[in-house]
T-cell receptor, first 115, second 110 residues
């Protein structure tokens, strides 16, 4: 495995349904980030993990959103009771921080469309 | 909220010309990075410049950083059609969040 893998690539759902996305980071990376990106905008930080610990959550992450990284490897992002405003690209990134030199490696994203 | 703002929002140039895009940010940083994103794909890291550096080169890329003005610029020399993409600056702060700007959409016309 040479990169960050996200599944599914596309998800179409009806408003009110729950959806779950998966991210498999680069295997030796201990940090994992979730971002959300809407058309014409830059990625917005949602949350990040150091190993299995969720260390920070954005205020953008309402109580309908939950993320886990149970064994410090893959992560899931669940959105409950989806709303049309949740439609966006959800990006996962991983990193192996070195002193003042942390670089993010992104997956290709999951494009969510809420009808 | 997003930390950075790129300027211009969109840039269209002829192949072979140089492309310059700018990034301004709001708070003190540890380092600043530039990323590239092709349509519908994830971001790819291009170059990192630390807060104590003023200029850095990587191939056809040249990045400058002015911490007194809280700004950075990315220069792509001798542009190619394959450079067509969106370019984002990202800054980090204590707390390990990376904040991305709004991006510059670059179109290189063959």
């Amino acid at each position: 495995d040479t990169g960050v893998s996200q599944n599914p690539r596309h998800k179409i759902t009806k408003r009110g349904q729950n959806v779950t996305f998966r991210c498999d980071p680069i295997s030796e990376h201990n940090r994992l980030y979730w971002y959300r990106q809407t058309l014409g905008q830059g990625p917005e930080f949602l949350t990040y993990f150091q190993n299995e610990a969720q260390l920070e959550k954005s205020r953008l992450l309402s109580d309908r959103f939950s993320a886990e990284r149970p064994k410090g490897s893959f992560s899931t992002l669940e959105i409950q009771r989806t709303e049309q405003g949740d439609s966006a690209m959800y990006l996962c990134a991983s990193s192996l921080p070195q002193a003042s030199n942390e670089k993010l490696f992104f997956g290709s994203g999951t494009q969510l469309s809420v009808l | 909220s997003q930390q950075g703002e790129e300027d211009p929002q969109a840039l269209s140039i002829q192949e072979g010309e140089n492309a310059t895009m700018n990034c301004s940010y709001k708070t003190s940083i540890n380092n600043l990075q530039w990323y590239r994103q092709n349509s519908g794909r994830g971001l790819v890291h291009l170059i990192l410049i630390r807060s104590n550096e003023r200029e850095k080169h990587s191939g056809r890329l040249r990045v400058t950083l002015d911490t007194s003005k809280k700004s950075s610029s990315l220069l792509i020399t001798a542009s190619r059609a394959a450079d067509t993409a969106s370019y984002f600056c990202a800054t980090d702060r204590a707390g390990n969040q990376f904040y991305f700007g709004t991006g510059t959409s670059l179109t290189v016309i063959p």
